[in-house]
């Protein structure tokens, strides 16, 4: 079922704003429905939130390999097509077909990264729960997603890590 | 002897993330002040001049060597504005933690190349086509290009085109990185700017993972821009200058005009920084640690153009081909021969005298007497090379049997229509920068209330130093 209701804690200070994370987790809430909001980025698990895991990296291999495939084919191809003998070279000359297949597995990679960002951007979310305005001016907010029967437990537990404010979207 | 650091605390009196975001973000903060408004107006003024001038140019047309200074002023420009981007992407992709405050100055440049890529349009219609000897030589002749066997008017069309991929990829860069600008206005400014950063902050909250995409999308969105820079250089270059003169034969030429771009492009920062700091109120937030920095780039640019510059002309002082003196005379030694002197005094030797010296480099105001010094030379750089190249119409003759430029051109002088492209044309681009920063704020919100999260300012024995953390 679809977390329905979006708890917000407002933290003057990251220690307290991570002590709400430990806080979160200790209370059962699993990782990934609760997160940290900041108005500058913080280094990777600072809060110890959850660091969500991407494929990116394996878009350019992708890419590299498919261009690669292309390249070998196109040379090979073209030459095996039109057997012109060059300089006294082989039909299928490799220091030649190299230059084509640097330049596809580049492009092909390039080209991947480029869709891979946009795949792994996933749709964006509409439903951005609770926010304050004063998170862009350095405050830390924690927010949790979760059911109608857990919100007080949430309330309770960002209240405990010293929250300032405490907001229900 | 004490092994424990000989770090103490010291005082912190720079402003807080609080007073920065009032700052940059809050009401009142894109207020103009009556100087801008004139300054802008000015500009309004000299762009519409620019403008009358281009139109004259065509309705009064003598030809393809009146075309050369509208062609050297899109080179310009192009060399600066499409330069200024990189110092907001290689100082940020090395971690340079003083670029911070110059990233935003530089990003926003991407909107004079847009400008650029537009004005690039109308010179197309007088670059003369591959072929353009074609009644002499026969159908099948074309002078020397890149473009061996494509269309006549490839470059007419792919010069523009590459120009505009330029521009799109430095406006893409220059938006992701105002991103999370456009939150910090959403949230605390006003009226139409809170409206419009509404939109184009698009639900950014600060999410870890947005912040995540965030920096991958700077990271590709710069990496396409450096390459599509030297592309662009390397097109443009060549097409617009080398190409047209008979026997100039150059591989080194494209990197000469790139590492200008490199060199007008710190400039143009710089001269951007220090106004910001003289006018824009901004000098808690930028200034001596960017001014030296971006000078001691300078200084090593500055004395990469003479390198590149040297690289170029040896080759053809050793060649000695009637080709390569005539390319000789026509850039350096002949109708232009002052204007080489000039180019070579304001490029290279008066900015690297300026710079040598510490306590000039390790200032705020020694940077941009430099930075104004290069900006001349490399503007009268542009003109002498693309003004000499735009007016080297060969002997139809002559080229057929030799390929040679044995007319040495005179000396094309401007006119009154000329100085007003030359001084329109850049003022458009500089207009259009100063009416972003009506929404966009000059410097970068958020990555000055990243700086001042991981600086300290301590003392070191009895010295003031910043202690800089780069934890990501």
Known sequence: MAASNSVL?????????????DGLQSAGFALGTFDVLTGTPYPEGAFGEHVPQHRLFR??????????????????????????????????????????AYELTMLGAVVATVVGIIFESRLPNLNLGAYDARITEGYIGVVVECEGDRVEDAREVLQTAGALEIKTA | MSTSS????????????????????????????????????????????????????FIDDGGREEWGY??????????????????????????????????????????ATAITALLLIPLMFKLPALTEFSDVLGDDVRRR???????????????????????????????????????????????????????????????????????????????LYFAMLLYVNFTFSIDLAVSLVPGWKDAIFPFYHTLGSFQAGLSFTILGIWAARRWGGVSKYVGHEQMWSLG????ATTLLWF??????????????????????????????????????????????????????????????????????????DRVRIYVASWSA??????????????????????????????????????????????????????????SRLITKPVRYLRTRVLLVGKPD
């Open chain 1, 59 to 100: 878009f350019p291999f992708f890419g590299a390999l498919v261009g690669l495939t292309l390249a070998i084919l196109f040379t090979a191809g073209t030459q095996l097509a039109y057997p012109v003998v060059t300089g006294g070279k082989p039909i299928l000359a490799v220091f030649a077909m190299l230059i084509i």
């Open chain 2, 70 to 111: 509208y062609a050297a002023t899109l080179a310009f420009m192009l060399t600066m504005f499409g330069g200024a981007p990189m110092i907001a992407i290689a100082p940020t992709i090395a971690k340079a933690n003083w670029a911070r405050p110059a990233a935003r100055i530089g990003s926003l440049a991407s909107i």
């Open chain 2, 145 to 223: 290009s890149i473009w061996f066997d494509s269309p006549i008017y490839a470059p007419h069309f792919w010069n523009p085109l590459i120009l505009a991929t330029l521009a799109v990829v430095g406006l893409a860069m220059a938006y992701v990185m105002a991103i999370p600008d456009f939150a910090a206005i959403r949230d605390h400014g006003t009226g139409w700017k809170q409206r419009w950063a509404r939109n184009l902050a698009r639900g950014f909250h600060g999410r870890p993972q947005q912040w995540e995409w965030l920096m991958m999308r700077i990271g590709i969105t710069g990496a």
């Open chain 2, 393 to 450: 119409t060969p002997d139809d003759l002559e080229l057929a049997t030799t390929g040679i430029l044995e007319k040495m051109p005179p000396t094309q002088w401007p006119d009154v229509f000329d100085v007003f492209i030359m001084a329109g044309l850049p003022a458009l681009g500089l207009l259009g920068i100063l009416l972003a920063t009506r929404l966009v704020p000059v410097i970068s919100l958020w990555e000055i209330q990243q």
């Open chain 2, 307 to 380: 390198y590149f510059f040297y690289s170029s002309f040896i080759v053809f002082w050793y060649g000695r081909s009637q080709a390569d003196s005539s390319t000789i005379e026509l850039l350096v030694s002949g109708p232009y021969v002052y204007l080489f002197a000039a180019v070579f005094l304001f490029a290279f030797i008066a900015p690297w005298w300026v710079m040598i010296w510490n306590k000039v480099r390790d200032s705020v105001w020694g940077p941009p007497i430099a930075a104004v010094l290069v900006l001349f030379g490399l503007f009268m």
């Open chain 2, 296 to 299: 001691k780039l300078l200084l």
């Open chain 1, 9 to 21: 804690g407002l933290y003057d200070n990251p220690d307290a704003g991570a002590n709400a994370m």
């Open chain 2, 6 to 57: 000989l770090i103490t605390d010291g005082h912190d009196d720079r402003p807080s993330n609080i007073d920065a975001t009032a700052k940059f973000a809050g009401e009142g903060r894109t207020v103009a002040s009556s100087g801008l408004k004139l300054f802008m107006w000015i500009l309004a003024a000299a762009a519409a001049l620019g403008i009358v001038g281009i139109i004259v140019r």
